[in-house]
């Protein structure tokens, strides 16, 4: 069992930055790909983007140049840093790692 807890998430104004944090635990071994999702109110989960285990990142279009995914081995730790934030990056985001969730944290983006 891996259990995987999202933190950071809160009100933000346009333009503004969030860090979201994703902290796993429990049967880990080593951790290799891990994933960041969204779903927005009324619309389907997405990807936002992933990191592997030697820190190579991968993002949507939409958050390229703007979102930014790391990850701390040692921690069992992995990170989303958010600037320039739109009112469309209003979503519950989810950290993911094989089959198993976060529960989310909610952005929200407004002024």
């Known amino acids: 069992q891996v259990q995987l807890v999202e933190s950071g998430g809160g009100l933000v104004q346009p333009g503004g930055s969030l860090r979201l944090s994703c902290a796993a635990s429990?049967?880990?071994?080593?951790?290799?790909?891990m994933e960041w999702y969204r779903q927005a109110p009324g619309k389907e989960r997405e990807a936002v983007g992933s990191?592997?285990?030697?820190?190579?990142?991968y993002y949507r279009d939409s958050v390229k140049g703007r979102f930014t995914i790391s990850r701390d081995n040692a921690k069992n730790m992995m990170y989303l840093q958010m600037t320039s934030l739109k009112p469309e990056d209003t979503a519950v985001y989810y950290c993911?790692?094989?089959?198993?969730w976060g529960k989310g944290t909610l952005v929200t983006v407004s002024s």
């Open positions: 990191i592997t285990s030697g820190g190579s990142a």
């Open positions: 429990g049967s880990i071994h080593s951790i290799g790909l």
């Open positions: 993911k790692y094989l089959f198993y």
